[in-house]
């Protein structure tokens, strides 16, 4: 499924056909076929000259917390700075931090020049009300631009009608806050219904909206193509990993798509591991380049994995190797040399299991005994490698081979 894409080493000569708009073979391949829809491609905009920035607002801006540097590409006067000051006092008065000020003004300067009490006010009492943390607005100040009786408050009653509660509508919108800005009557409710026609149940589509609320923006004719080729794929809607695999199918750029996949074949990852993975974990896909490569290094040359044994657990790819897996393997070094554990260890499983389940098992345990499982743990023990001769680690994909 994979190979009419991976095949070849030049990512350039598999898009040949597509860019071409001639009859494209690859739709015999559902992986490849995704490739060639609309949803994947993008234009660049040529930005027009700068104006001269201006002394005055660049140094009121520097006083904001701004660095000069990005006060001066800031295209907008201030026109009161007494207004300024109100707007930044509001701000501090609903909750913001200072930092959150700071980022507030950086990404809408422009919110500096409104009316603090009869424009910001009834929407800060608004979304307060219903219970939406100061960091909500700091990270896409510019809702704040939108009505709140033609817009804001809509939305956020058609929200509320399909995910059922205020805390869902607070969960799905703080995870993607510039999804309030998407039209109701232009990307919302189509968007809804096109799930609807597509046979996904009131439950699922609430579901979607609080993993991503971002897919209420993608347009209805990419909709119908993300539901066909996530069938072509072998994921249909009753499936666990439908709905994730729509977040990444619907969103992901044709050539983030081809980059990814012949990153993984590059470390050795067949077609069919990687459709597998797929299916069990889409967000693979939204992995960071960097972070694949620093994974597959860490797993293949530190822990002495196969490359099956990763992508037969497809959430190693997922958690921070600095936060969760090396502290973890820290910690089991530790047992590991004291003796507390087997010599024959099931590692990925252990690694990856629930951070209660990990704490419970391998560190309180043994903290009595092995104080240094808590430091492991806290990362005052650094994971320095187990060791060709101290054991011998059995993969959970081994495992289920034999």
Not at 58 to 78: D, H, K, Q
Not at 248 to 257: D, F, G
Not at 316 to 342: H, Q, T
Request: proline content about 6%.
């Amino acid at each position: 499924m994979l190979a009419p894409i991976c095949r070849r080493r030049r990512l350039a000569i598999p898009l040949l056909p597509l860019l071409a708009g001639g009859t494209n073979p690859i739709r015999s391949s559902p992986v490849a076929a995704l490739l060639s829809h609309g949803y994947f491609n993008t234009t660049a905009v040529a930005a027009g000259p700068d104006p001269e920035p201006c002394p005055a607002t660049v140094s009121y801006l520097v006083s904001c917390g701004l660095s000069p540097a990005v006060a001066a590409t800031r295209n907008v006067r201030i026109r009161d700075t007494d207004r300024a000051d109100a707007v930044r006092a509001l701000l501090r008065e609903y909750g913001f931090s200072e930092a959150e000020v700071t980022r507030t003004v950086r990404l809408d300067t422009v919110l500096l020049n409104s009316d603090p009490d009869r424009t910001l006010r009834p929407k800060l009492d608004f979304f307060h009300s219903l219970g939406f943390p100061p960091r909500f607005l700091a990270a896409e100040p510019h809702i704040l631009a939108r009505s709140l009786d033609n817009h804001l408050a809509p939305c956020i009653e058609f929200l509320r009608g399909v995910l059922g509660s205020d805390d869902s509508v607070r969960t799905a919108v703080c995870r993607v806050p510039r999804a309030l800005m998407a039209d109701l009557d232009n990307n919302m409710r189509p968007a809804v219904e096109a799930f609807r026609r597509h046979g996904l149940p009131k439950e699922s589509i609430a579901k979607l909206l609080l993993i991503h609320l971002g897919v209420l923006m993608v347009p209805v004719d990419r909709i119908a193509e993300a539901f066909d080729d996530l069938k072509q794929l072998g994921l249909h809607i009753a499936d666990t990993g439908f709905l994730y695999g729509f977040r990444v199918i619907s969103t992901l750029k044709r050539e983030t798509w081809v980059r990814k996949v012949a990153l993984y074949r590059s470390f050795g990852v067949s077609e069919a591991h990687l459709l597998r993975a797929f299916k069990t974990q889409p967000t693979i896909l939204l992995v960071s380049d960097e972070s694949i490569k620093k994974k597959f290094r860490f797993y293949l040359d530190v822990l002495k994995l196969e490359t099956a044994d990763v992508m037969a657990q497809p959430m190693s790819l997922s958690l921070s190797l600095e936060k969760n897996v090396m502290p973890r393997c820290a910690v089991l070094s530790v047992l590991l040399r004291e003796g507390k554990i087997e010599r024959k260890l099931n590692l990925l499983p252990s690694l990856l299991c629930n951070s209660t389940v990990f704490v419970e098992r391998f560190v309180w345990r043994y903290a009595k005994d092995v104080p240094d499982v808590v430091k492991a743990f806290e990362g005052k023990i650094k994971f320095q490698g187990f060791g060709d001769r101290e054991f011998e680690l059995l993969s959970h994909y081994m495992t289920e081979a034999n």
